[in-house]
């Protein structure tokens, strides 16, 4: 482990592998850098792969805002002080929305968004009904069944692994959901707009669970260009669930960048 620190103060943990172009991976909430492990050494055959730990996760440092600007700015500070060449950004879950904002925000060769729609409208609904709860000691329940509920075929040993890879604390997290939770849908639908409106890199989606047969027209529209995959019932870990799929669609996604 390495770490680096930010402009606003908060260390950052990192793990970087391998030699070749680079790729920065990012951890859906609550996890870190280790649920990518299994990856890691095979995309560092042909990559140099950093991994990291957002601020609030795993064992990078707690902070006063945890919106996804300040995320992208997490991984962004790490491929900063190693001098790294402009990455692919793969993200998973909430991994996903921080590598939309590095593509808006930061020079990046691609977006590979694993499992995270960025049209909030339905999470949002998901988010308000659960917020008694979420702001209760019944937090961590409420986290443990939300995960729980969408591991789908994760092999057992694998949702083990991830389980105890958690760091479900709940300032972070309500942080991370603020917009969810404190704005109005049309100011978060405006807040999506101006997100993703501003990505002008390749962009691929890629789901185990399916978004809607709306999601990928909008999607298109969002980001011109976007790419949107379904990958059918493999649940909110598509990666795990078929690793060398993922590795192979990595290696086409970096040969269309080409």
Do not use: K
Request: charged share 20%; proline share 6%; hydrophobic share 45%.
């Amino acid at each position: 482990m390495a770490t680096t620190t930010t402009d606003d103060g908060v260390e950052i943990a990192y793990d970087v592998t391998g030699a070749g172009p680079t790729l920065v991976l990012v951890h859906g909430i609550t996890e870190s850098r280790r649920a990518w492990d299994p990856l890691v050494t095979p995309l560092a055959e042909q990559h140099t792969v950093v991994a990291v730990d957002v601020r609030g996760h795993g064992e990078s440092g707690t902070a006063a805002t945890y919106d996804a600007a300040a995320m992208a700015g997490d991984a962004a500070a790490v491929v900063g002080a190693l001098g790294l060449d402009p990455p692919i950004v793969i993200g998973h879950s909430m991994g996903g929305i921080v590598a939309t904002a590095y593509a808006g925000r930061r020079r990046c060769r691609g977006v590979m968004n694993v499992d995270q729609s960025i049209n909030l409208a339905d999470f949002q609904a998901l988010v308000l009904g659960a917020e008694p709860m979420l702001r209760s000691d019944a937090f961590g329940d409420v986290i443990a069944a939300l995960f729980d509920s969408m591991s789908g075929p994760l092999p057992a040993e694998e949702v083990a692994r991830i389980g105890a890879l958690r760091r479900p604390e709940q300032g972070v997290v309500l942080g991370v959901w603020a917009p969810l939770l404190e704005l109005e849908p049309t100011e978060l639908g405006e807040l999506v707009t101006v997100l993703a409106g501003v990505v002008r890199v390749p962009y691929l989606a890629i789901h185990g669970i399916d978004p809607g047969p709306d999601y990928g027209r909008w999607l298109g529209h969002a980001i011109p260009g976007a790419r949107l995959e379904v990958w059918e019932d493999s649940g909110h870990y598509p990666h795990l669930v078929h690793q060398e799929r993922f590795l192979e669609r990595v290696a086409v996604f970096e040969r269309s960048l080409a």
